[in-house]
């Protein structure tokens, strides 16, 4: 599934290479066709702003949006465990997993990076990548509301996971999230 690949670089540190790779990311997005219309379009919306925009500008918004607020870290377990020692080794269980299914990252990112775990589901099975994004699917959700509460056009692309995983959120869990 090249197109969860594809969402990976779109959630990724805008850089020159990310810009100069938008139109294989859209070709990639149109010719898997996986991603329904409503969601396609805000990630055309997306794209366009990676297009368009000045790289500096564009790092600076990617910085003060993703790295300085916590609350929309890109570090799924950030939003599950925080600084608790379950964190860790949830890490460890990640890392595990990746190993195990023949995937060594090349990252310096921790394990729990949207991205990373995004590449790294991109090289399973269809089944199999649908069935793991969607287990943190309660976690992208609560991302995808924060995002679109300050109108970012990033949240295109957890509106496009949580399509393509079809997975049932739980009200219960949203809520601490939201907390």
Do not use: C
Not at 27 to 33: I, M, P, Q, T, W
Not at 57 to 86: C, I, K, M, N, P
Not at 99 to 112: C, R, V
Request: proline share 4%; no cysteine; glycine share 6%.
């Amino acid at each position: 599934m090249k197109t969860l690949r594809a969402l990976a670089a779109l959630l990724s540190y805008p850089t020159a290479g990310l810009v100069e790779a938008l139109d294989e990311i859209d070709d990639v997005l149109r010719r898997e066709g996986i991603v329904p219309d409503v969601e396609r379009t805000r990630l055309d919306r997306l794209i366009f702003e990676l297009r368009t925009g000045d790289l500096y500008d564009l790092q600076e918004r990617y910085g003060l949006l993703f790295d300085r607020t916590r609350a929309l870290s890109l570090h799924l377990f950030e939003h599950v465990h925080g600084e608790s020692r379950d964190r860790g080794q949830a890490m460890v269980d990640l890392l595990k997993l990746y190993e195990e299914g023949g995937y060594t990252p090349i990252a310096s990112e921790l394990p729990d990076y949207l991205p990373l775990f995004l590449e790294y589901a991109s090289t399973r099975a269809p089944r199999e990548a649908i069935a793991l994004i969607g287990q943190p699917a309660n976690v992208i959700a609560a991302l995808g509301e924060r995002l679109a509460k300050r109108q970012s056009a990033y949240g295109a692309v957890t509106a496009a996971l949580l399509a393509i995983a079809k997975a049932k959120l739980d009200d219960a869990t949203l809520a601490v999230l939201r907390a």
